[in-house]
């Protein structure tokens, strides 16, 4: 009986853990069940919140919302049966619209959920509430609404009906006795399982549920029923507002099942051991122990390696054969262990040379054996491993074991470290022994290497936009890759076993192919541009490597050819060539390949007899031409009047459109002044006849500067240099005419470029000073105004004339810089007067078209600098020229207005030597009218141009205007002025200009002038 109790107690234990491990299956049948029922509570809130989301990005625009919600509202809401209602409301909380119609004096401003979204930006829940808008109880889910800035400018809120939530989860089909309830963060039952409408809204502490138990723990509830207790948060917002739900499910049936199968089980086990102790004991004593013990006794004997003595053999002849038996099994097993032995050391020698890990697992993932190389699988610890987690990431460990259980035929599974970047090949094989496995492990990281960049190869091979080939060392093809046959038209069938020579163009001689098999031969490679030919024979150019391929004995066996077909690129780089060098209008030779050209006919000046002549021609007023028909009408010109240049100039060696509306012809053989002066005049009189575009008829004229080499320039740039400054002499002469250079006009050239050099470095060093000329009224000679002339006292040439820097400044726009000075001065020398004289005061400043045309100039500031100095607009006057007046330009025009509507004083300036307009005298209204020096210089009486004063002056005061004569010299020409009623007169009778100095002096001391 004592032998059978470790038997027995094992049986027991057994049993016991079968008991255990159905009541934890069932435990884990009970919580999949409530694992699934929150998988698909989940599922109903994240649908909610899915629509919530998409429709508040929809960027819906609440200010244009009417009091139906969008059609799509009510078309998305049909997709989801448990939303009751979707409601859009404005960021202080009042309805905008609703699904279901209901949008009268709903504010939910005070709702937790709406305040929580306002303040996170982000989707928000509720809690237990009767909804307003449905009158039912409800949760709301709410999603704010932003604007392109990320500013919330309403919210939309979407609810469900706990009503349908209550019927949904009553239809799941959760087993007898269970119970599942719903809360919100509050605690507040939302649904209940099984249903009871009074316990909506409740506390979650009156229900039956153990909420103070962890989850997966069995009690015991108020029934007296065993129960299992599962609590999961389905969902939480920024807020820390949650939804909760509580599940339970009974387990007595389980449990008292188990229990009635184990009590079974135990008594069955221990009648029939009783049974059986009795019966084997009387059979024991007389048929074993002591026929054992003889037989032990022999035993002993054959294990010392001794042969028993013949009275130690058992009597019982039974016994006796066994011992024989015994003894023959003995002796082979020896035999049988030692040769096992010498395998299992072979075997294991050979595993421990292979680069694999090998190992015997058990089903639960215990390692009962380790052989081969652990440490290849970043094993670095000395003792073996116990658990296949010692060598797996988690994610290999589970995808290992989800093998091992229903594994019944070997199977390979790939397996990726990421944190070390290996991969790996695992071999599991089941063994005949139930749930151990054997496991072969292998590191193909250098496989998976080799694999990857033979599969690029053949991606780039393949995909190559590149041409490749592959021959034999003698240029025989045995492979190409789809560029080669694009390229050359043969398909790659037509291609194999053929010399590379099918390509040959016939363009290259012996020679070049020699040398090429010479470098190959010499070097192994070989790279050149050279011409092919298609199969088409159409001829291409390519850029070709060759490289060899060689054997271990240094004799080549292949070699790769890879070209490029340049065909595109060498007709890109030609087009490309040609739009740097040749006009896209004129298709002429541009600047550029003009002074190419021209550098290369210099390069052939060898003696002073030959002469390089070249005529510029620049369109006399060719812009008026764009501004009035048109750029498109003024190209078709262009285009015409280079056919008739080349046409004419035939004896040039070429013509070139250097921009715009200027042509240079050079010619290169054209001997002596008159010959040339004949040329000229042959291509001004070609340009005089009559032009024909779109039905119209153009007259045009050119201006041409001519420049010869080497007397006029050393190279090109003097040379065109020298032609454009003979080209602007035969404009300022009158244009329509040719003009030779002469160094006189290098020397003016240059001392305008020093004058405008000056001119810069004048306004930085204050060089500029602004002197004052009286403007009296002719009634009483009483000063009333003065014109502000600018003056520069330059230190080494003395006082320079504004008839020389002025255009300079207008061309660089140093005019800008000036006139802030004048105006500034102008500014400071009013409020000097305004402390001596009480009278009003007018200063009068000229105004450039530069300034009132550049957006920078500084006209704009002028109106904060009159405010600044507390002077009046009206103090200032600007004088301007008629040209002004016709000028199209917008900033122009609404400049002009602008000083008018400031309250400045316009004069126009040197009136009738312009463009006289008086519907535009009219509208910008003019103050003044400034009669020109050139009318009052020969002013006598009875004269034409007392008349045509007289005329100025009435029609002036007829449009309201005063006049003011300019250059008034002598004491006549102010009295026939004034007899003609002219109202104010300024020159050198009444005063020169002076500096400020002595013009302060002469209006405080008298503010009339005397005539003498």
């Known amino acids: 009986m004592l032998i059978c109790m470790p038997g027995i107690a094992v049986i027991l234990i057994t049993l016991w853990f079968s008991r255990d491990a159905a009541l934890k299956e069932s435990e884990k049948k009970v919580m999949h069940i409530a694992d699934h029922l929150v998988l698909q509570q989940k599922n109903i809130i994240d649908d909610v919140q899915r629509l919530t989301l998409f429709l ?331 658990k296949l987690s010692c060598l797996f990431s988690d994610a290999n460990l589970k995808q290992v074991q989800g093998y091992l259980i229903p594994l019944n035929a070997p199977v390979t599974v790939e397996l990726e470290q990421k944190q070390d970047n290996q991969f790996y090949e695992a071999k599991i094989s089941p063994m005949k022994k139930a749930d151990e496995f054997i496991i072969v492990i292998s590191n193909i990281t250098q496989r998976k290497q080799n694999q990857e960049s033979l599969h690029l190869a053949s991606l780039v091979y393949n995909n190559s936009s590149e041409g490749m080939a592959i021959t034999d060392e003698n240029g025989v093809i045995y492979d190409v890759n789809p560029a080669f046959c694009e390229t050359t038209l043969y398909s790659r069938r037509e291609a194999l076993n053929q010399t590379i020579s099918i390509l040959s163009s016939g363009k290259h001689d012996k020679q070049f192919y020699n040398y090429m098999w010479q470098s190959l031969n010499k070097t192994g490679r070989w790279q050149g541009e050279i011409t092919n030919r298609r199969k088409n024979g159409e001829l291409y150019v390519e850029w070709l490597t060759i490289d060899t391929i060689y054997d271990k004995n240094k004799a080549p066996i292949s070699r790769i050819a890879i070209f490029t077909d340049l065909t595109e690129k060498k007709q890109a780089d030609e087009l490309i060539w040609r739009q740097a060098h040749f006009d896209h209008l004129t298709d002429l030779p541009n600047r550029l390949e003009l002074k190419e050209r021209l550098n290369q006919r210099f390069e052939n000046l060898f003696s002073e007899d030959q002469k390089l002549v070249i005529m510029l021609l620049d369109i006399d007023h060719f812009k008026d031409i764009n501004d009035t028909l048109g750029h498109h009408f003024g190209d078709r010109l262009l285009k015409l009047v280079s056919e008739r240049i080349v046409q004419t100039a035939k004896e040039a060696d070429f013509v070139a459109r250097i921009g715009g509306d200027e042509f240079v012809v050079v010619f290169s053989d054209l001997h002596g002044s008159e010959n040339i002066e004949q040329m000229a005049k042959s291509l001004l009189l070609s340009l005089a006849s009559t032009i024909f575009i779109e039905d119209e008829k153009v007259y045009i004229s050119a201006s041409i500067g001519i420049a010869c080499a080497p007397d006029d320039g050393q190279n090109p740039e003097q040379l065109l240099k020298a032609a454009d400054q003979a080209m602007y002499k035969a404009k300022n002469s009158g244009r329509n005419g040719f003009e030779f250079f002469s160094h006189d006009m290098r020397k003016d050239a240059n001392a305008r470029m020093q004058l405008l050099k000056e001119l810069r470095s004048a306004i930085e060093l204050e060089q500029f000073e602004l002197y ?67 009278d009003e005061f007018q200063i009068s400043i000229n105004v450039s078209p530069v300034q009132l045309a550049t957006v920078d100039s500084g006209i704009d500031e002028w109106y904060d600098m009159l405010a600044k100095a507390n002077i009046p607009a009206s103090a200032i006057v600007a004088e301007i020229t008629e040209g002004l007046m016709v000028n199209p330009e917008e900033l122009t025009q609404s400049r002009l207005k602008a000083l008018v509507k400031s309250g400045m004083q316009l004069a126009l300036d040197d009136f009738g030597t312009g463009y006289s307009s008086l519907a535009y005298l009219q509208e910008m209204d003019t103050d003044y009218l400034k009669i020109d020096k050139r009318f009052v210089d020969n002013i006598q009486k009875g004269s034409q141009e007392l008349a045509l004063c007289e005329a100025i002056i009435m029609m002036a005061h007829q449009l309201g205007l005063k006049v003011i004569a300019e250059g008034i010299e002598t004491k006549l020409q102010m009295d026939l002025l004034f007899e003609a009623g002219c109202d104010y007169g300024q020159g050198y009778l009444f005063s020169k200009p002076l500096h400020k100095a002595s013009f302060m002096q002469l209006i405080t001391t008298n503010q009339a002038i005397s005539l003498k």
């Open 772 to 838: 004052y000329q009286p403007i009296v009224s002719l009634d009483d000679l009483h000063i009333h105004k003065a014109e502000g002339l600018i003056r520069w006292q330059h230190p080494e040439k003395g006082l320079i004339s504004p008839a020389d820097f002025i255009p300079l400044a207008e061309e660089t726009r140093q005019i800008n810089a000036l006139g802030q000075f004048v105006f500034a001065e102008a500014l400071q020398t009013l409020n000097d007067i305004k402390k001596h004289i009480q």
């Open 56 to 386: 508040a990005n929809k960027h819906i625009n609440i200010t244009k919302m009417s009091v139906n919600c969008p059609p799509y509202f009510s078309d998305l809401q049909t997709l989801y049966s448990n939303i009751a209602n979707v409601s859009v409301y404005d960021r202080q909380g009042n309805i905008m619209c609703a699904t279901n119609g209901n949008n009268q004096n709903i504010n939910i401003s005070d709702r937790q959920y709406f305040q929580h979204a306002l303040t996170t930006k982000a989707f928000s829940i509720g809690s237990y509430q009767i909804g307003r808008s449905i009158n039912a109880p409800s949760l709301a889910f709410a999603s704010p609404i932003l604007d392109e800035n990320g500013e919330i400018t309403g919210m939309l809120v979407a609810a469900i009906a706990l009503q349908w939530w209550n019927s949904a989860l009553n239809n799941l089909n959760l087993p007898n006795n269970s119970r599942a309830v719903i809360t919100d963060s509050n605690g507040l039952v939302l649904a209940k399982f099984p249903f009871s409408a009074n316990r909506l809204g409740k506390k979650i502490t009156n229900e039956d549920l153990d909420h103070s138990q962890q989850a997966g723990i069995i009690y015991r509830g108020n029934d007296g029923a065993s129960r299992i207790y599962n609590h999961t948060t389905l969902y939480k917002d920024n807020s820390g507002n949650q939804l909760s739900i509580y599940i339970t499910q009974p387990v007595d049936k389980a449990i008292e099942q188990i229990d009635i199968n184990f009590v079974k089980m135990v008594l069955g086990f221990l009648i029939t051991i009783l049974l059986l102790a009795v019966l084997v004991k009387r059979l024991i004593n007389k048929s074993i122990l002591n026929p054992v013990k003889s037989l032990t006794q022999a035993v002993n004997h054959l294990a010392a390696g001794n042969m028993p003595h013949d009275d130690e053999q058992p009597n019982s002849p039974e016994l006796n054969k066994l011992y024989h038996r015994f003894k023959y099994m003995a002796e082979t097993r020896l035999t049988a262990e030692a040769c096992l032995k010498h395998k299992h050391d072979e075997l294991n020698s050979l595993l421990n040379a292979l680069p694999d890990a090998f190992l015997r697992v058990d089903a639960n993932g215990n390692i009962l054996d380790t052989g081969g190389h652990i440490k290849s699988l970043n094993y670095s610890h000395s003792t073996p491993p116990k």
